[in-house]
């Protein structure tokens, strides 16, 4: 028999965690990646975020609630990388 969690970790910090990763990647594609091949690589670093909040989530160690953890991660990754690419797009269209 287990006994329960009486103050469980919390696992906002995990999700935050995987939303400063798509920051970092999005804004280092963004600079460092030539134009036309920022579309490829910003799949890549939402892919490389799934895999680090596949791998956060599980660190933790709980079930409970597994699902809506992973897809806040995920969901903001995406936000959070499309934001910027919609930033470095609105950002070369004013450099014509």
Not at 1 to 11: E, G, I
Not at 17 to 38: C, K, M, S, T
Request: with cysteine.
């Amino acid at each position: 028999m287990s006994t329960p969690d009486l103050t469980p970790r919390r696992t906002f910090g995990g999700i935050i965690a995987v939303w400063v990763l798509a920051a970092v990647a999005g804004v280092a594609i963004g600079l460092f990646v030539p134009a036309g091949w920022r579309g490829q690589w910003i799949s890549v670093a939402l892919g490389g975020c799934l895999i680090v909040s596949f791998a956060v989530q599980l660190w933790y160690g709980r079930s409970q609630a597994f699902i809506q953890r992973m897809a806040l991660s995920s969901l903001g990754a995406l936000v959070v990388l499309g934001v910027i690419t919609a930033g470095f797009a609105l950002a070369a269209l004013v450099s014509l």
